[in-house]
DNA sequence: GCCGATTCGGGTAATTCGGGTG
DNA sequence: GCTGTCCGAATTACCCGAATCG
């Protein structure tokens, strides 16, 4: 071992590791929603999130490019 | 390279990524039509689309500006 | 600690969906 | 063939104050 960074962080079989993680707001503008329809989206399991500390959602990179080209 | 969400979405050849996308109510404002002529034209493949999780159909800003200008 | 921007929650309007019909 | 309209159901947009983010 040695340094202990993060290897991998896999949610529902998305990719939550480093650089992979967007914002309810950038997940906003890529399907032209409301931030507030992405919170529903994953309210309503249809996407993937991980909380921070203070309770914000972050979205898989991953899974957002899967949904944009036709699920 | 600046803020990194999405490089670039392409469907049939139309882009749809960040920036680009038109709803159903912006596409029958320009060409003056009911947002309901605007689907059907989805449905029979004169117009390419995208899905939102919610199944709420986006198109190419491209391809609009595309058939304004003649074909 | 301060500050601007974003994202919580909730609630309520406005759009869009799909099918059917003129 | 193409488009507009009616309907109910589902989805999305805008409003607020409070909390989190960077």
Not at 1 to 11: A, F, H, L, P, Y
Not at 51 to 67: D, E, H, K, M
């Amino acid at each position: 071992m040695g340094k202990r960074t993060i290897e991998s962080v896999i949610v529902d079989g998305w990719d939550f590791g480093p650089g992979q993680l967007l914002s309810p707001g950038d997940v906003a503008n890529i399907f032209r929603v409301d931030p507030k329809t992405v919170t529903r989206w994953a309210n309503d399991g249809k996407l993937s999130s991980i909380r921070t500390p203070g309770g914000v959602r972050r979205f898989s990179r991953q899974q957002v490019t899967y949904l944009m080209s036709g699920r």
